[in-house]
């Protein structure tokens, strides 16, 4: 899976399905994840304001299952 600045404001759920998190930011070949995103941080991503900071944590391209418009599932 490539990821871009489109995956911002997507939903991370992990493998059982329960959401995890959403994308703040995406940086080369990683996701950076808020576990507890606010509207304000919400927002900001949506519109590719997002940041990478100590309440975030990354994720891999490689830990990625699939992704579609809305939501990024991990294969752990």
């Known amino acids: 899976m490539r990821l871009s600045d489109k995956d911002e404001g997507k939903h991370v759920v992990n493998k059982a ?3 995890i998190g959403m994308v703040s930011r995406v940086e080369g070949n990683h996701a950076y994840v808020d ?3 606010g509207i304000t941080d919400t927002i900001k991503s949506k519109l590719g304001w997002g940041d990478a900071d100590e309440d975030t944590y990354p994720v891999d391209e490689s830990d990625i299952e699939s992704m579609d418009d809305d939501e990024i599932k991990l294969n752990r």
Do not use: A, E, L, Q
Request: hydrophobic share 0%; no cysteine; charged share 50%.
């Open 35 to 37: 576990p507890d995103p």
């Open 17 to 19: 399905g329960k959401k």
